[in-house]
């Protein structure tokens, strides 16, 4: 059985431009993102120098692997270029052909290796698999927009039930707040000042304003939903939901899930009877608006 032919110079050089494409195609989307204000989506805008800095060094070396790695296969038609005048074929008659007596033994069962018929109908799947994969990812960065994550993720997380979010704003530091100062308060402070206190005379003459985008309750989904926004410590992984119970029977008539609303209230005892917060914010405008350029909290 004759040897499989050596692989053509295209399908070698795909073969080795495989991993070094799939790491500049990353490399180029994470920096398309950061140059459009739209890493932020993924992680804390503290990281995004340290990210576009290590993924700038991560396409050098891989240019710099492609450029100083010998390509397998570039030495095999030495041979059949050479020029074959005044060398010395021992061992060949006048015709060319090797002479039996010439033939070395095969020693310890060693036979000349042959390429198995297994092995590169594997390497072709794994390449042609590695081309998909590739292609697909490129396509993806081009044609898929980043995206928020979404109040049905906020629901698998579970709205502020991440404590060490809801700890920035004390219920001391509020209370020597003036009035303009609670109007900037955003979800994440009442969020967590609804956690520390239920004393509605703390809320007494306190007016929110706050944007988040809409997540229905579990516990009363008519009645009641959450101005949510997602907090982040580090990436969009890690992400917690924090939100803030607005009481407002028929909600869905005038928004629906996954809406950025902007809602202005103030707060008062929670009328829902299977609801799980003792107070709401009881609201005296809710409208639509369009979502954040920078949707998170930190």
């Not at 503290?46 to 700038?56: A, N």
């Not at 081009?142 to 920035?168: F, H």
């Not at 990436?235 to 607005?246: F, I, L, S």
Request: glycine share 8%.
């Amino acid at each position: 059985m004759s040897p499989s032919p050596a692989p053509g110079p295209w399908r070698r050089l795909l073969d080795r431009w495989q991993g070094v494409l799939l790491t500049l195609v990353v490399g180029v989307a994470t920096l398309w993102l950061a140059a459009t204000g739209q890493l932020v989506l993924y992680i804390h805008p503290r990281y995004d120098v340290f990210t576009v800095v290590m993924i700038g060094i991560g396409m050098l070396l891989s240019l710099a692997t492609l450029a100083f790695s010998p390509v397998r296969g570039d030495d095999e038609g030495d041979h059949a270029g050479h020029d074959h005048a005044g060398h010395d074929h021992a061992g060949l008659d006048h015709d060319g052909r090797l002479d039996a007596s010439d033939v070395p033994a095969v020693e310890d069962g060693l036979r000349p290796r042959r390429r198995r018929p297994l092995a590169t109908g594997a390497r072709r799947l794994a390449f042609s698999a590695g081309v998909v994969v590739t292609a697909a990812i490129a396509i993806a960065v081009v044609a898929v927009p980043p995206a928020t994550l979404t109040s049905a993720t906020a629901g698998q997380r579970d709205v502020n039930s991440s404590t060490a979010a809801l700890d920035r704003t004390s219920v001391a530091d509020a209370t020597s707040a003036s009035s303009d100062a609670y109007r900037s308060f955003s979800v994440l402070d009442w969020a967590g000042l609804l956690r520390q206190t239920t004393d509605l005379a703390f809320y007494e003459g306190k007016t929110a304003d706050i944007v988040g985008f809409v997540t229905p309750s579990d516990t009363d989904p008519d009645d009641v939903f959450y101005v949510s926004r997602f907090v982040i410590t580090c990436c969009a992984v890690d992400a917690q939901p924090v939100g803030v119970p607005v009481y407002l029977p028929g909600w869905q008539d005038q928004v629906a899930a996954d809406d950025w609303v902007e809602v202005t209230g103030g707060f008062d005892t929670n009328r829902s009877s299977s609801s799980q917060d003792p107070v709401a914010l009881v609201p005296d405008d809710v409208t639509t608006v369009g979502q954040p350029s920078d949707p998170y909290l930190y």
